[in-house]
């Protein structure tokens, strides 16, 4: 079971918006930056997202962060076919002073 | 361009002690707020958080592991070592070394690169 809660699944058609959330409480999210990590399959995840809603460079702008008190969200834009990955957010827990991620999100581009 | 990359055995056998080696390039251990995560993932499940250990030496462990997993580094050699106790099958997964990077403007870590991983089976 893991610390932060994600949907398990999502979807959505080519050029559609996608939105994923990561719910947590006031011990992780609520007081601690967040990431998101996209990892497809079969490879190592990769930083998307740090600080709640930075991109690195590399990253195109079509996704973004956002973070409200307890809550997080990826939201991918301009879905496109190489977006199907699974992707993770992530954050200090400052109870456990340890990494916590959520149990992940898989995205299908139908 | 920064390069972390895990080695150790594929196959152990219950209750054996499991060394993991990452060996990074691209960036020093000695630096100034540098860490490196040790991070796992069982078959088709979720990332897991382990150990971390700071440029400064200051180390953490997951509370659910903590009695089980010891991280050090050896400078010289760029290499971040993990040990774990008493292997269980369980403890089957991909166990993944990550960079942690300082934000100096907002005081803060995060995980920015991660190694390839390794895959590690307990069985006997």
């Known amino acids: 079971q893991s610390v932060l809660t994600q949907p398990p699944s999502a979807s959505g058609t080519p050029g559609q918006r996608v939105t994923i959330s990561c719910s947590g409480s006031s011990s992780n999210i609520g007081s601690n930056f967040v990431e998101w990590y996209q990892q497809l399959p079969g490879t190592a995840p990769k930083l998307l997202i740090y600080r709640n809603n930075q991109r690195p460079s590399g990253v195109p702008d079509r996704f973004s962060g956002s973070k409200s008190d307890t809550s997080a969200s990826l939201a991918v834009s301009g879905l496109r076919s190489e977006d199907e990955a699974d992707y993770y957010c992530?954050?200090?827990?400052?109870?456990?002073?340890?990494?916590?991620f959520g149990g992940g999100t898989k995205l299908t581009v139908l | 361009q920064v390069t972390l990359k895990e080695s150790g055995p594929m196959l152990v056998k219950p209750t054996e002690t499991l060394t993991l080696t990452c060996t990074v390039s691209?960036?020093?251990?000695?630096?100034?707020?540098?860490?490196v995560n040790w991070i796992r993932q069982p078959p088709g499940k979720a990332l897991e958080w382990l150990a971390h250990i700071f440029s400064n030496d200051e180390k953490s462990y997951s509370p659910s592991l903590k009695t089980r997993l010891t991280i050090s580094k050896d400078i010289p050699k760029s290499q971040v070592v993990l040990t774990m106790t008493n292997m269980d099958p369980v403890d089957t997964g991909t166990y993944y070394c990550?960079?942690?990077?300082?934000?100096?403007?907002?005081?803060?870590?995060?995980?920015?690169?991660w190694g390839k991983g390794t895959t590690v089976t307990v069985s006997s």
């Open positions: 691209g960036f020093s251990l000695n630096s100034a707020r540098v860490g």
């Open positions: 992530a954050t200090w827990d400052d109870s456990l002073s340890g990494w916590v």
């Open positions: 990550v960079r942690l990077r300082y934000d100096w403007n907002y005081f803060y870590y995060y995980m920015d690169v």
